[in-house]
């Protein structure tokens, strides 16, 4: 095979690694999206929540974080409830203005808390597994932590899209997305049924922020970008379609990849950028999706 | 079409009867910000009744069934549904407690198919238990429906579209039917279809209040009608009464 070839092939794996945490992260944002009309510019903010919940059992109790993501994700789960509860139920029908608000200021709140109490160093996360020689078959490797959080990622990918679309909860959850209005009138539960969405949302970014932290330095505003990705993730996937941004998170994931591969790493984030405003501007309905929880 | 067969279940509700009504709404008033829409409103259901409600375009009739199936609180009055006072209840409990409310302009879920929407219908865990069989019973109410029941509700035609809005209503088991304005936006003959339909709800002793601008069909498969205007009741009788009201005739029907 030639170089070139195998140099692509091994970009597009990489990137497909990535790619599943960041489909986990934008579906989070595209239910919350989807079930309550709110971009949530705290996601990444959660996450980065995630990642220190992991961090704490893995410092303090030595728990594997690839087990200490599942507590991140029931941790976050209830913490995303009560934000909601608190929060973002009381502002729910005012203005978009009054939402963004809201959510960054949520986002200022958890990084600065996260600061106070575990200061703005830099944390590594050293666990036997990213010590140990990538996995390699032919003339391709892969990182074997990253190869486990792909399969954990879609796990829960599968899972999340079979929820949605197979549960009564996820019938109810679709039924708002598509007409607020008319759900209560099924007998659906709109206030419940949106705080569990938003709390599921939130937990989704938990899980990944703690299948992340061996890959990552730690650090309270580590999330910054992760919001961002989200969003281009969503927008990517059409906005509020879960099934849209599972595979947008995949696409961003290869593209940051092969951007890193041919023109450096430092250009990942601009990419980002630019698929963002490529896909507003060309088809905003995303390019996956006709609009559709 | 001047005579209206009374429903059997409605036989023995004159005046003074002892039945209790299943529906009565006592000086209801309701508000959107500082635009007051009801001016206390005053009427009653008895069981087994088909009532319709008919009014100008702004007269209130769409807020009225709001109020009573809890999509809107009342600002005053009362609601009493089988006679518990249910003026606070929200909607999602007023549809397990037996109201169904299948509001104007043909509101499905779009992205959800056919089979997904009647399902819906049947949420409360009251409906669940029977869903096959309340399944079964639309379909052959509605048999254009199960050539249809994969197909996304949204790319229905808009006949369709209100078929899958009344079956879901039904598919909940209520007690009471609210139907608001079934026919708005239908070409006439569909119309004709979706009031035949209507009639065969009334066959199976649903007690039904149906909102119409269509004076004429809407009174003829009602038992008794209330004339709203601007927020209050202007006229109540009987359908046939109404149909020959002077009045009427000449400020709803043209004559
Ligand atoms: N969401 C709303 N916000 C503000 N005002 C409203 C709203 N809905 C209705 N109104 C006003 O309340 C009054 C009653 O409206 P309603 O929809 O109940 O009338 P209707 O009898 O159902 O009319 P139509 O036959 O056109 O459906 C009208 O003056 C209307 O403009
Ligand atoms: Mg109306």
């Known amino acids: 095979m030639p170089r070139f070839l195998t140099d692509f092939i091994q970009a597009c794996m990489d990137g497909l690694l990535t790619g599943a945490l960041y489909a986990l992260i934008g579906m989070g944002l595209a239910l919350i999206f989807g079930v309550m009309r709110i971009v949530n510019f705290a996601h990444g903010a959660f996450l980065m929540v995630g990642m220190y919940v992991s961090w704490v059992l893995f410092d303090k109790f030595q728990v594997n974080p690839y087990i200490g993501f599942l507590i991140s994700g029931l941790f976050l789960f209830v913490f995303g409830y009560l934000v909601y509860r608190a929060l973002i139920q009381p502002i729910r029908d005012r203005s978009d203005f009054m939402q963004i608000l809201m959510t960054t200021g949520i986002a200022l709140i958890l990084v600065d808390s996260v600061q106070l109490k575990f200061g703005a160093d830099y944390h590594q996360t050293i666990i036997d597994l990213t010590n140990r020689p990538p996995f390699s078959f032919g003339a391709f490797t892969l990182n074997r932590a990253a190869l486990l959080s792909f399969v954990i990622a879609g796990v829960f990918i599968v899972g999340l899209q079979q929820f949605v679309v197979r549960s009564r909860t996820g019938q109810a959850l679709r039924a708002i997305a598509q007409n607020r209005e008319v759900a209560p009138l099924m007998g659906i539960n709109v206030t419940m049924i949106q705080g569990f969405s938003f709390a599921l949302g939130i937990a989704m970014a938990g899980l990944a922020g703690g299948l992340l932290l061996p890959a990552l330095y730690l650090f309270p505003s580590v999330g910054e970008d992760y919001t961002l990705k989200a969003f281009v993730i969503v927008v990517l996937g059409g906005m509020g379609s879960i099934e849209g941004a599972a595979i947008g998170g995949l696409v961003l994931g290869m593209t940051e990849s092969i951007t890193s591969a041919y023109l450096g790493q430092q250009w990942a984030l601009a990419v980002d950028f630019i698929l963002f405003l490529l896909v507003l501007s060309l088809k905003p309905s995303g390019i996956f999706g006709r609009q559709r929880a | ?255």
């Open chain 2, 1 to 255: 079409m001047s005579t209206t067969t009374p429903n059997p279940a409605n036989t023995g509700t004159a005046v003074g009867s002892a039945a209790t009504p299943l529906l009565q709404v006592d000086g209801v008033t309701a508000f959107y910000r500082d635009l007051q829409a009801l001016f206390g409103i005053t009427l009653k259901v008895m069981p087994g009744e088909i009532v319709a409600l008919i009014g100008a375009n702004g007269a209130g009739k769409t807020t009225l069934l709001r109020v009573i199936s809890g999509v809107k609180q009342a600002a005053a009055g009362s609601v009493k549904f089988e006679g518990a006072d249910v003026s606070r209840v929200p909607a999602h409990r007023m549809v397990a407690r037996g109201v169904s409310h299948v509001p104007e302009g043909r509101q499905v879920f779009p992205f959800l198919t056919v089979r997904e929407n009647l399902s819906l219908g049947a949420y409360t865990s009251r409906a669940r238990a029977s869903m096959k069989q309340s399944m079964e019973e639309q379909l052959a109410l509605f048999p254009r429906l199960g050539e249809r029941m994969n197909q996304l509700a949204g790319t229905l035609s808009g006949g369709e579209q209100q078929m899958v809005a009344i079956a879901r209503g039904l598919m909940a088991k209520p007690k009471l039917l609210l139907l608001d304005e079934p026919s708005l936006g239908l070409a006439p003959k569909i119309v004709d279809e979706v009031f035949d339909k209507i009639q065969s709800v009334r066959q199976t002793g649903i007690t039904m209040m149906i909102v119409e601008q269509n004076v004429v069909s809407g009174l003829s498969i009602a038992d008794r009608g209330y004339v709203i205007q601007t927020g209050t009741v202007l006229l109540e009788d009987t359908s046939s009464n109404l149909l020959k009201n002077e009045m009427v005739r000449a400020a709803y029907l043209g004559l």
